[in-house]
């Protein structure tokens, strides 16, 4: 690839399925996109940075999803869902609700970087309570924990906002919580600052 192209970087994955994997195809293109001294960037969210050329950014992602590939911007946006492995099936572990739930927000435009977990039983291999926003699922309905924080002296277990929510009552109080933090965030206000800042009530208000 030439050296002198000015280049973007996007944030790529297999998409929601069972386990972060990738096929052959995928990984021959994304390796068109590549010198022999680059590098990818593995994400903790189960994504692949990789910079392509701005001025062929959209054939670029056309080309990634034409093999299956999830493409997401980088920056201050809803990163696409951390999940589980789902190692019990597809309607068991609420793989549908996942996919939903990544459909719905991931890339939506917010103050900081917002990360959302979901696991399929309390086990916790996605780690929803040290996320953003975790959703576990709990016989046949979702919980919802709001405010973990992974790393730091101020580390924090997620706080459990709502039980036993059905799937579209799930979706409503996502979507009730990211507009909050994009209207009323601070720019650059991380989404554990913004709950300490804001509270319970104005965060569902």
């Not at 979507?175 to 989404?191: N, Q, T, V």
């Amino acid at each position: 690839m030439n050296t002198d192209v000015k280049k973007t970087k996007i944030a790529v994955n297999g998409g929601i399925g069972f386990g972060a994997k990738l096929n052959p195809k995928q990984l021959v293109t994304i390796s068109k996109y590549m010198s022999e001294d680059d590098e990818l960037e593995l994400t903790t969210f189960q994504q692949l940075y990789i910079e392509i050329p701005e001025n062929r950014k959209e054939e670029t992602i056309e080309e990634f999803e034409s093999v299956g590939l999830a493409c997401n911007p980088v920056g201050n946006f809803v990163k696409s869902l951390r999940t589980c492995n789902f190692c019990k099936g597809e309607e068991r572990e609420g793989m549908p609700v996942a996919k939903e739930l990544n459909k719905r927000f991931a890339g939506k435009p917010v103050p900081f970087t917002l990360k959302i977990a979901y696991i399929g039983c309390p086990i916790g291999c996605g780690e929803p309570m040290l996320s953003d926003i975790g959703v576990m699922k709990f016989k046949d309905h979702y919980n919802l924990y709001v405010g973990g924080k992974a790393k730091g002296k101020d580390a924090a277990v997620g706080f459990l906002l709502r039980e036993n929510l059905t799937p579209e009552e799930l979706y409503d109080i996502v979507d009730k919580i990211i507009s909050a933090y994009s209207h009323l965030g601070k720019k650059r206000e991380s989404f554990f600052k913004f709950w300490k800042r804001i509270g319970k009530d104005q965060l569902i208000s």
